[in-house]
């Protein structure tokens, strides 16, 4: 194999086996077309099993717009023969036998796939890794959370989000929380209304039950009741006003 430029310039040489006979020498002028690349980028599918010791169903057509982007690319989509296999050395030999299905029943073990895009009219392709990740929802534990009156306006005041490595037990820095007033609420993906500011909450009863919804990933969660009990509070022998003498 040689690698050459757009514009090349070779010679072949050409002799009889004889070492003393005659020989020519011939110029072959390289003009080469390139065809058009096909670039692709890695994808990541994510899903969420309730399960974890079962296997996940990935759609692996979902991973396409991630891998192929047509601003990047003179071929169109359309053209293009889209492949899933197993093994990257299978995908770029075209091994038929790894091929998988695009609707993919990804053992546990299972972290990535190949891709390839193949132009059939001149057999030009590319491969890329498509990774695959599941998720499990968060585990999470009733807790019990004293809030106090600090400027004794008849408000209890708490900042849930301190208490989030105490909800999850298996807490991860990428989960996402909410909290609401009603367990329809946290469980209502589409329509769900968190409360809004969970860093200076504030209630009025000696005891109040909110609902935290945390997600692993979007739509993968768990929901658990959190118990805001209203703080002892601080009992003085005078009620004032007082006043400070200057020292």
Same mark, same amino acid.
């Given at each position: 194999?040689?690698?050459?430029?757009?514009?090349?310039?070779?010679?072949?040489?050409?002799?009889? &086996?004889?070492? &003393?006979?005659?020989?020519?020498?011939?110029?072959?002028?390289?003009?080469?077309?390139?065809?058009?690349?096909?670039?692709?980028?890695?994808?990541?599918?994510?899903?969420?099993?309730?399960?974890?010791?079962?296997?996940?169903?990935?759609?692996?057509?979902?991973?396409?717009?991630?891998?192929?982007?047509?601003?990047?690319?003179?071929?169109?989509?359309?053209?293009?023969?889209?492949?899933?296999?197993?093994?990257?050395? &299978?995908?770029?030999?075209?091994?038929?036998?790894?091929?998988?299905?695009?609707?993919?029943?990804?053992?546990?073990?299972?972290?990535?796939?190949?891709?390839?895009?193949?132009?059939?009219?001149?057999?030009?392709?590319?491969?890329?890794?498509?990774?695959?990740?599941?998720?499990?929802?968060?585990?999470?534990?009733?807790?019990?959370?004293?809030?106090?009156?600090?400027?004794?306006?008849?408000?209890?005041?708490?900042?849930?989000?301190?208490?989030?490595?105490?909800?999850?037990?298996?807490?991860?820095?990428?989960?996402?929380? &909410?909290?609401?007033?009603?367990?329809?609420?946290?469980?209502?993906?589409?329509?769900?209304?968190?409360?809004?500011?969970?860093?200076?909450?504030?209630?009025?009863?000696?005891?109040?039950?909110?609902?935290?919804?945390?997600?692993?990933?979007?739509?993968?969660?768990?929901?658990?009741?959190?118990?805001?009990?209203?703080?002892?509070?601080?009992?003085?022998?005078?009620?004032?006003?007082?006043?400070?003498?200057?020292?």
């Amino acid at each position: 194999q040689y690698k050459i430029e757009q514009n090349s310039t070779v010679y072949a040489k050409v002799e009889f &086996n004889d070492k &003393n006979a005659c020989f020519s020498v011939s110029t072959i002028n390289i003009n080469a077309e390139y065809l058009p690349a096909i670039v692709l980028k890695e994808a990541k599918l994510e899903k969420c099993s309730y399960d974890s010791s079962a296997s996940v169903e990935f759609d692996l057509r979902e991973a396409i717009p991630q891998l192929f982007n047509q601003t990047d690319n003179v071929l169109p989509l359309s053209q293009l023969v889209v492949e899933f296999f197993r093994y990257e050395t &299978n995908a770029n030999a075209r091994d038929l036998s790894d091929l998988v299905p695009t609707l993919f029943i990804a053992p546990k073990s299972l972290g990535s796939l190949w891709v390839r895009f193949t132009d059939p009219q001149t057999n030009c392709y590319s491969v890329k890794e498509i990774f695959l990740q599941t998720y499990l929802p968060p585990k999470t534990t009733l807790q019990t959370i004293i809030a106090c009156d600090r400027d004794f306006d008849g408000f209890n005041e708490v900042n849930l989000m301190d208490y989030k490595d105490i909800l999850v037990l298996n807490f991860e820095p990428y989960f996402i929380y &909410n909290f609401f007033l009603s367990k329809e609420q946290a469980n209502d993906l589409a329509n769900g209304k968190p409360i809004l500011n969970p860093e200076n909450y504030k209630f009025n009863e000696a005891s109040k039950i909110i609902y935290l919804r945390v997600e692993s990933i979007a739509g993968c969660f768990s929901v658990t009741p959190v118990q805001l009990v209203e703080g002892p509070k601080i009992q003085l022998q005078q009620n004032g006003p007082f006043t400070i003498n200057d020292i």
